[in-house]
């Protein structure tokens, strides 16, 4: 398929019909070459970083939307807008390519529409380009309830977590200690001519300096190294496994904190718990990469006596189901797929999931919440009020006024992410 069409499609499934670019994405990928893989990707993840922009432009240039089997040709338009504002290509060969597509959508007809549009936009690209960015949805590239959310829980940062949003994340490895330290891997990486940088904190984290084909890793199908944000690794530092522990990995998919505890540790027994048994899937695939072993099972977390006959757990890692607000610069499609009254109920099904896991924690045993969220009723204010309700609950290296550690996007080069340690007193 044209690749220029195959991001029309993405889009179009994204943004009307709600899927996950992570699952539209990979299936177009397997309708173009190889070699448009990256390209497609480009155009996908720039035209939603940036959408209420393209969205207004579309909108002065159109005398009326597409509207129902046409809309489709609506997205290959602010694919067509985005190739002429944000990226390097030749701009006769993006709308020539661009205009082709049409054939490949099936709606050769427009193809005169879609090229008056694209022309009209080269011709007064300054004028609408400024108009685009006259909101604050256009010149934040978020939507107005996130926006609002952002300036009331951090109005002297929100601007800077916007722009780290709007940001190409960078590629975090995580080095497998079991087979090299991080210094001696830094050291394979440097003969293969890649160059990366240590993490400050993380202790297995590596940041390269340019992304690249986990294929051209050392070591990558031995399972030497995983590829997993400095802030997501935080998780394990904080759980603080010991060997032989039993330890529970609370909503584990995609199994990359699971395999984590594993490589930190010896003869510990991991149980990894997910409600989607698609996403499981992934967790074999982690563990048997990595030749590790974990008892995989699928439940809800809210309902542990479904699953689980086995004693108390030494620790429990909760990364808890929430709006992902974190990892919007890896994830644009978030920012147009959630909405405002999902953090109410996500933070409804986090104190409930807490509340059950925390009668699987043995007395003395830890317990850590985690999210990749930035939302305070997700984060502190979900802990204050577990802590407030729970009397053996015990906050662990932190202030009950504001509990845990927030990180920001873009805080050290890495993701957003909240994490409180809570220990079950004896």
Not at 15 to 26: E, K
Not at 208 to 227: A, I, M
Request: charged letters at 25%; proline letters at 5%; a neutral charge.
């Amino acid at each position: 398929m044209n690749v220029r069409a195959a991001a029309a499609k993405v889009l179009f499934q994204v943004v009307d019909q709600g899927q996950s670019l992570s699952s539209a994405l990979p299936a177009a990928q397997q309708t173009i070459k190889p070699r448009d893989h990256a390209l497609l990707q480009e155009m996908c993840y720039g035209a939603l970083r940036y959408l209420p922009r393209l969205e207004s432009i579309a909108g002065k240039l159109m005398d009326k939307p597409l509207k129902g089997k046409k809309r489709v040709l609506h997205h290959l338009i602010l694919v067509g807008i985005y190739q002429l504002s944000y990226m390097r290509i030749p701009a006769h060969a993006a709308l020539s390519e661009t205009v082709e597509a049409t054939k490949a959508l099936r709606e050769p007809r427009l193809s005169g529409l879609l090229n008056g549009v694209l022309r009209n936009f080269q011709r007064n690209q300054e004028e609408l380009e400024a108009f685009a960015v006259s909101h604050d949805a256009g010149k934040y590239g978020h939507p107005g309830w996130l926006l609002k959310i952002l300036k009331s829980a951090y109005p002297d940062k929100w601007e800077s977590i916007v722009e780290a949003n709007n940001l190409k994340a960078p590629m975090w490895l995580r080095v497998n200690s079991q087979h090299n330290t991080r210094d001696e891997y830094l050291s394979l990486l440097e003969k293969e001519g890649i160059g990366a940088t240590k993490h400050s904190e993380a202790s297995d984290a590596l940041k390269l300096d340019r992304p690249c084909d986990v294929k051209d890793l050392p070591g990558f199908e031995k399972g030497w190294v995983s590829v997993q944000d400095a802030a997501a690794q935080l998780s394990v530092d904080y759980l603080k496994p010991e060997d032989g522990e039993l330890i529970l990995d609370c909503c584990a998919a995609p199994g990359g904190k699971t395999v984590h505890i594993l490589e930190r540790t010896n003869d510990c027994k991991v149980v990894a718990i997910d409600s989607d048994n698609n996403r499981l899937k992934r967790v074999y695939e982690n563990l048997k990469r990595l030749n590790l072993k974990a008892e995989v099972l699928c439940g809800d977390a809210r309902t542990p006596d479904e699953w689980w006959k086995g004693e108390q757990f030494d620790r429990i890692l909760l990364d808890a189901p929430c709006s992902a607000t974190g990892v919007i610069r890896r994830h644009p499609d978030i920012k147009w797929l959630r909405r405002s009254d999902d953090i109410a109920a996500l933070a409804q099904l986090q104190s409930e999931i807490i509340d059950a896991m925390w009668q699987q924690l043995k007395a003395g045993g830890t317990m850590v919440y985690a999210t990749c969220s930035i939302t305070p009723q997700e984060n502190s204010e979900q802990v204050k009020a577990f802590l407030a309700r729970t009397e053996n609950a015990q906050l662990v290296d932190s202030d009950p006024e504001n509990p845990g550690r927030q990180i920001l996007p873009g805080d050290e080069d890495m993701d957003g992410f909240y994490y409180a340690v809570l220990r079950k007193e004896i």
